[in-house]
T-cell receptor, first 111, second 114 residues
């Protein structure tokens, strides 16, 4: 059973702080890793993808990947109240065209 | 803008009354997916099409069917909705193949069963 694990939260951070979201996965053959943001009642929105070990930065977002530890993280710098949402980690299956999603971490940014 | 469109955005149906949800895409992606998402849960994949090839998840109830008449459109049919089928239904697309696993979601259809 391929699994993606996330802490459900809620993770509460003050405005302007760094939010750190973590994810572990079970399928060692996975090659593609994604973070989606989902506001309440809305659909998931792709915000970051990462394929190689190390860091990938895009604006206030940094994704980090460590395949040896089967660990993916998302850092949000200068957190804003508008970042308050559920963040879903998704990992591709080694074969085929499917993603396995974690249940998501609720982030709350307090002003 | 290239996008994934779902209609209707909100659907109310009666217990046991068939319902069809639609999805269209202008991304020209090969793969189209249908997910069911209930509150505070991860999206649950129901099935997906790679071009015309249909791939059903083992735990998808027979009550759920899908059609993909062409590259742009995909439909989800719920033959006899039960109260437990009330959920958000999400359509997503991807290019597929090596390096094409990013999925892009439509806005979803919120299904209520009365």
């Amino acid at each position: 059973q391929k699994e993606v694990e996330q802490n459900s939260g809620p993770l509460s951070v003050p405005e302007g702080a760094i939010a750190s979201l973590n994810c572990t996965y079970s399928d060692r053959g996975s090659q593609s890793f994604f973070w989606y943001r989902q506001y309440s009642g809305k659909s998931p929105e792709l915000i970051m993808s990462i394929y190689s070990n190390g860091d990938k930065e895009d604006g206030r977002f940094t994704a980090q990947l460590n395949k040896a530890s089967q660990y993916v993280s998302l850092l949000i710098r200068d957190s804003q109240p508008s970042d308050s949402a559920t963040y879903l980690c998704a990992v591709n299956e080694e074969y085929g065209n499917k993603l396995v999603f974690g249940a998501g971490t609720i982030l709350r940014v307090k002003s | 803008d290239a996008m994934v469109i779902q209609n209707p955005r909100y659907q109310v149906t009666q217990f046991g009354k068939p319902v069809t949800l639609s999805c269209s895409q202008t991304l020209n992606h090969n793969v189209m997916y249908w997910y069911q998402q209930k509150s505070s849960q991860a999206p649950k994949l129901l099935f997906h099409y790679y071009d015309k090839d249909f791939n059903n998840e083992a735990d998808t109830p027979d009550n759920f069917q899908s059609r993909r008449p062409n590259t742009s459109f995909c439909f989800l049919d719920i033959r006899s909705p039960g109260l437990g089928d009330a959920a958000m239904y999400l359509c997503a697309t991807s290019r597929g193949g090596t390096g094409g696993s990013e999925q892009y979601f439509g806005p979803g259809t919120r299904l209520t069963v009365t």
